[in-house]
């Protein structure tokens, strides 16, 4: 017995009818929906280095209602913990930490193979123009200044992501 052959234009021409005439009538899904539902199936991860822990905790809050992950650590010593599980997708690293100091670390993870790509942050309330030069030296892809903007620090972190994401 031998097969029907399919005809494909049919087919195609019935899914672009049903296509267009959803989209006229407006039952598309909607662009930020869609973001939202790709962050609940995947979502990114950021890693909050950071010694204050009112800012620690205030961070976490702020991206884990967008639907992150967030982990975090007070410094260096909490680092390794952190880092065990699997690697972030974005850093937020504040500069005045104890131990190794913000500069030190961002100089440790931007050598290191598997991090060095991983977009970081300086979250800093040290704004020195020399500062701000030193962070772009060692790799920073931006600096946000202590108090921050909510909006602001978000605003950077998805620009970022999204810059991740088209690598």
């Not at 937020?92 to 790509?117: T, V």
Request: net charge positive; proline share 3%; glycine share 4%.
């Amino acid at each position: 017995m031998q097969k029907k052959k399919i005809n494909a234009k049919d087919l195609i021409d019935k899914i672009e009818k049903i296509t267009k005439s959803r989209m006229a009538s407006g039952e598309v899904v909607q662009l930020d929906n869609f973001r939202d539902l790709k962050k609940k199936i995947d979502p990114k991860t950021i890693l909050v280095i950071e010694d204050d822990e009112t800012m620690r905790s205030a961070m976490k809050r702020i991206f884990e209602m967008d639907g992150f992950i967030v982990k975090m650590a007070a410094d260096s010593t909490e680092l390794s913990k952190v880092l065990e599980d699997s690697g972030p997708d974005l850093i937020l690293l504040d500069i005045g930490l104890p131990w190794i100091n913000g500069f030190e670390l961002a100089e440790l993870l931007k050598a290191h193979k598997d991090l060095k790509k991983i977009p970081l942050v300086f979250v800093s309330g040290k704004t020195s123009e020399e500062d701000i030069k030193k962070a772009f030296a060692i790799g920073a892809d931006d600096f946000v200044k202590k108090p921050f903007e909510i909006e602001k620090l978000k605003k950077t972190v998805a620009t970022l992501l999204k810059i991740g994401d088209t690598k």
